[in-house]
């Protein structure tokens, strides 16, 4: 079975600084990694997506994030935090077996101080 | 270009009163269907999925039921509302494949009184 970790359930930036939130998953396989990002009452948008190309995958809104097998770990990153960042991330992995159901991380709410 | 409608935004319902939320999808044919539920402060609970017309898997046992009249149309509904049925409800669509995003969307929130 898939699971999917999210350490911190709030990250806290000042604006300009670097934002890092961290995604780890378990699975016997290399699985597809999502990022979802969800400002506050609205539905859950895609930021960017790992489906085995290259590890390093950029996305919208300047993020980006890097597939590490070795650590089991796609973390999300991005230079320089704004204000307009402050938001909901998910991150979710789906088995390449084609299971239709993908596993969600708890999310990490980020808290960008000006 | 595919869309996902959902509606309505907001619902205030008392308890013990009946539910139907409906969501619809345009410029896609089969899609997955998925309905989720967000508790305040907490992360997304599956609670139907259904990979064609009138196949519905429950994740959770529960007063919720879903159904799939038509290919692009998903319907969370409830016969009687409970206090705990409170909180934000996600519907989203999955194309064929497991490297395939889920597309939400914009969400219900549901209020119980």
């Known amino acids: 079975a898939q699971s999917v970790t999210q350490l911190g359930s709030h990250v806290s930036v000042s604006e300009g600084a670097l934002v890092l939130l961290r995604c780890n998953y378990s699975?016997?396989?290399?699985?597809?990694l999502f990022w979802y990002v969800q400002y506050p009452n609205q539905g859950l948008q895609l930021l960017l997506k790992?489906?085995?190309?290259?590890?390093l995958v950029k996305g919208i809104n300047g993020f980006e994030a890097e597939f590490k097998k070795s650590e089991t770990s796609f973390h999300l990153t991005k230079p320089s935090a704004h204000m307009s960042d402050a938001a909901e991330y998910f991150c979710?992995?789906?088995?390449?077996?084609?299971?239709?159901?993908?596993?969600f991380g708890r999310g990490t709410s980020l808290i960008v101080h000006p | 270009s595919q869309t996902i409608h959902q509606w309505p935004a907001t619902l205030v319902q008392p308890v013990g009163s009946p539910l139907s939320l409906e969501c619809t999808v345009e410029?896609?044919?089969?899609?997955?269907l998925y309905w989720y539920r967000q508790a305040a402060g907490r992360g997304l609970q599956l609670l139907f999925y259904?990979?064609?017309?009138?196949?519905i898997s429950s994740e959770v046992p529960q007063n919720l039921s879903a159904s799939r009249p038509q290919d692009r149309q998903f319907i969370l509904s409830s016969k009687k509302l409970l206090l705990s049925d409170s909180g934000f409800y996600l519907c989203?669509?999955?194309?064929?494949?497991?490297?395939?995003?889920?597309?939400f969307g914009d969400g219900t929130r549901l209020s119980i009184l």
């Open positions: 979710a992995v789906s088995d390449p077996g084609g299971s239709y159901i993908p596993t």
């Open positions: 410029g896609t044919s089969n899609p997955n």
């Open positions: 790992y489906t085995s190309a290259a590890t």
């Open positions: 259904s990979v064609g017309i009138g196949q």
């Open positions: 989203a669509w999955k194309g064929g494949g497991s490297n395939q995003p889920q597309h």
């Open positions: 699975s016997s396989v290399p699985p597809y």
